[in-house]
């Protein structure tokens, strides 16, 4: 199982998945960033979708 610091969470709106242990390079966020930890403002980089539109997987 996954610890919740390398928890991939799913774009609902798109499928986009965010994987902490690639971050976010297109954004500034580096690898091993849990999802918790990213910025209020980050958006799904396929979509725009916020993080509420995100769920664990």
Same mark, same amino acid.
């Given at each position: 199982m996954e610890s919740e610091k390398n928890r991939k969470y799913i774009c609902q709106v798109c @499928? &986009?998945? &965010?994987?902490?242990?690639? @971050?976010?390079?297109d954004t @500034?966020?580096?690898? @091993?960033?849990?999802?918790?930890? !990213?910025?209020?403002?980050?958006e799904c980089p396929d979509c725009g979708a916020g !993080?509420?539109?995100?769920s664990a997987i």
């Open positions: @499928g &986009y998945i &965010y994987d902490p242990r690639k @971050g976010d390079k @500034g966020i580096a690898p @091993g960033v849990p999802f918790e930890d !990213l910025p209020p403002d980050w !993080l509420d539109d995100f």
